[in-house]
Every structure is written in C-alpha cells, then in structure tokens.
C-alpha cells in the first residue's frame, strides 16, 4: 500500500470514461427493446454489493498512483489486452444497440468484458490495488446477468 500515492489520474479517467461510453449512448438514446434496464438482482443487497465494489474498483483506479511509475499507461502485453477486451466490449454494445443482443453477448460481451478490460487497463497502470474489488464487481455484476438473461429451462 505504501507504493501509492493519493491522487486523482487524468489517464486512469480516461481509461474509466471509455468504458462508459456505450452506457452513456443507452441514457441519452435507448435503443427501442432496452432490456439492460432489467439487468438487475432480485435480492437489493446483491444490487448494493455489486454497485459498491463498481465504485471501489473506481475509486481506487482515479485515485491511488503508483508512487514510482505514476500514472501514464505502460506499452505492455496488458494495453493490447485491455484494447481487445474494450473492443469486445463495444462489439457488444453495437449488437445491443441493433437490436440483436443475445444472452451470450450480454453476459459475455458487456457483462464480463467490462471487468477484465479495467483489470487490464489497472495493469498498464500499475494499479494492482484494482484488481480484487475489480474481481468482485466482475463476479457479481456477470452472475446477475446471467441470472437476468440465461434461458430458462422448465
């Protein structure tokens, strides 16, 4: 812990605000069948368990730094990853947006991806303090949406 310091990154912002595009997209302009809007747990304390470790992950990302690489992006094996992974996630979100989203790309591709590309991208960073509420969040936030979109059997 003592290799970090306290302070706000711009690069780690950037690198949060890039996952939220496509949810900013879907506030402003939902798609016409916007079933992300039930992606939610039937049990409130799940709910509040997943949006509290979303805010840890964020949290910790904007503002813990590493005290001797700071905060510029390392070109590591980890940026290729987090790119793929981003670009995943947007693939996704495009099929979201036409229309075409099935429960393998909701859970799979905005669900999971999202996670792992913080994961990453915290890595490039130097940022390993994100990795465990990241987890965390990942777990929770891909359950729910599994639960909320697998197929039923009966």
Request: aromatic letters at 14%; a positive charge.
């Given at each position: 812990?003592s290799?970090?310091?306290?302070?706000?990154?711009?690069?780690?912002?950037?690198?949060?605000?890039?996952?939220?595009?496509?949810?900013?997209?879907?506030?402003?302009n939902?798609?016409?069948?916007?079933?992300?809007?039930?992606?939610?747990?039937?049990?409130?304390?799940?709910?509040?368990?997943?949006?509290?470790?979303?805010?840890?992950?964020?949290?910790?990302?904007?503002?813990?730094?590493?005290?001797?690489?700071?905060?510029?992006?390392?070109?590591?094996?980890?940026?290729?990853?987090?790119?793929v992974?981003?670009?995943?996630?947007?693939?996704?979100?495009?099929?979201?947006?036409?229309?075409?989203?099935?429960?393998?790309?909701?859970?799979?591709?905005?669900?999971?991806?999202?996670?792992?590309y913080?994961?990453?991208?915290?890595?490039?960073?130097?940022?390993?303090?994100?990795?465990?509420?990241?987890?965390?969040?990942?777990?929770?936030?891909?359950?729910?949406?599994?639960?909320?979109?697998?197929?039923?059997?009966?």
């Amino acid at each position: 812990m003592s290799q970090y310091i306290l302070r706000f990154s711009v690069t780690a912002f950037i690198v949060w605000v890039l996952q939220l595009l496509p949810t900013v997209v879907r506030m402003a302009n939902p798609p016409q069948k916007d079933i992300w809007k039930y992606n939610y747990a039937k049990n409130k304390w799940v709910n509040i368990a997943r949006r509290v470790f979303q805010i840890v992950t964020a949290v910790i990302l904007l503002f813990a730094v590493h005290r001797e690489k700071g905060d510029m992006l390392q070109m590591n094996s980890w940026l290729i990853v987090a790119i793929v992974f981003l670009l995943l996630y947007y693939m996704a979100w495009m099929q979201y947006f036409q229309g075409k989203a099935s429960p393998v790309s909701l859970i799979f591709g905005i669900a999971l991806m999202k996670p792992l590309y913080l994961i990453a991208a915290a890595q490039c960073l130097n940022n390993s303090l994100v990795v465990l509420p990241c987890i965390l969040f990942g777990v929770l936030h891909v359950g729910i949406t599994a639960v909320c979109f697998c197929p039923r059997r009966e």
